[in-house]
């Protein structure tokens, strides 16, 4: 009987034989592992073209989460917004659920999103982002597709965060305190304003340099929507301005919004409510990261380095107001 295992590394041998046994592509394929992280990313480079194959983690993501995702997509691809799209395999497929040491493991060959990754946006290219970003959001305002794969609502998130951090920081007290007190901060807050002034829809959920490439010509493409989830339009924004929020000008945010609101308008209460969920997502972060780095799968995350954290939120929410 072989050993347990938490996370395998796949064959990529065997994947790139699955890919072409299933997929229109060429036997002269190559397959290269680029990234291991929530799921396993994998380039697929024949003669002519180049995709990207994702192998979920076990147990990152339901079989209904993907399938959202893949619907999602493929709306946002037939209403002109540059994604990277989910090709289907000989029989119309999208999904093969593999049997790993550990699981079951769930595949899906993506498009390749040509063009390179952007670290420092110039004013033009942070237009042109919130621009199209405005498009995607339009397009998800008010929709439910099905079950996503997060849920970025601001009481699930905080009392995940409490939940998951109360034992972690039992020798930080001030830290949860702060938490606490934020909490108290953020229910007083949204239970004045008028929830109508907020955009409900499907958020990208990590829209950040990382998630996009842009060609020469100033193309945009977004990948990896790992991490969509229904929420708060604004929380993509809030993750925008997040990401780098140190070392990002301010003519950067500005340039980002002037293009999103050529698209969709803001209202006041969403302009004014924009820091609050960068720090959302912070407390995503956090808490994602120490739920996976549980001793079990990866190494613990120092008790010291969360409370680090918690202070770097502090000072972002006392430098927005």
Not at 234 to 253: A, L, M, Q, R, S
Request: proline content about 3%; charged content about 25%.
């Amino acid at each position: 009987m072989a050993f347990p295992v938490e996370y395998s590394s796949l064959s990529t041998k065997a994947l790139l034989k699955l890919i072409i046994g299933n997929y229109p592509i060429s036997d002269d394929a190559e397959i290269t592992f680029l990234k291991r992280g929530f799921n396993d990313t994998y380039l697929i480079k024949t003669t002519t073209k180049k995709y990207i194959l994702r192998a979920y983690k076990h147990n990152w993501r339901s079989i209904e989460s993907i399938e959202t995702e893949i619907k999602l997509l493929e709306a946002l691809k037939e209403n002109g917004i540059s994604v990277s799209f989910p090709i289907p395999d000989k029989q119309s497929k999208y999904i093969h659920s593999i049997y790993a040491p550990e699981g079951i493991r769930y595949l899906v060959l993506f498009s390749f999103a040509e063009g390179d990754q952007v670290r420092k946006l110039t004013n033009v290219q942070a237009e042109l982002l919130g621009k199209e970003t405005g498009k995607i959001h339009v397009l998800t305002q008010n929709k439910n597709l099905g079950e996503t794969a997060h849920n970025y609502d601001i009481k699930f998130q905080f009392e995940k965060t409490l939940t998951t951090l109360k034992p972690i920081l039992k020798n930080y007290p001030e830290a949860y305190d702060y938490l606490l007190k934020l909490y108290d901060k953020f229910k007083t807050i949204f239970s004045k304003i008028d929830k109508k002034a907020l955009g409900i829809g499907v958020c990208h959920g990590d829209l950040q340099a990382e998630n996009f490439h842009l060609t020469s010509d100033n193309k945009f493409t977004f990948f990896d929507f790992d991490f969509f989830g229904t929420g708060f339009l604004i929380y993509d924004i809030g993750v925008f301005i997040w990401y780098d929020h140190k070392n990002k000008p301010k003519e950067i945010v500005d340039s980002f919004l002037k293009g999103y609101t050529s698209q969709r308008r803001l209202t006041e209460t969403e302009i004014k409510l924009l820091p609050y969920f960068s720090t959302l997502r912070a407390l995503f972060q956090m808490t994602l990261y120490c739920k996976i780095s549980d001793g079990y799968q990866l190494p613990v995350w120092p008790a010291q380095q969360v409370a680090d954290f918690i202070k770097k939120i502090e000072k972002w929410m006392l430098a927005s107001k």
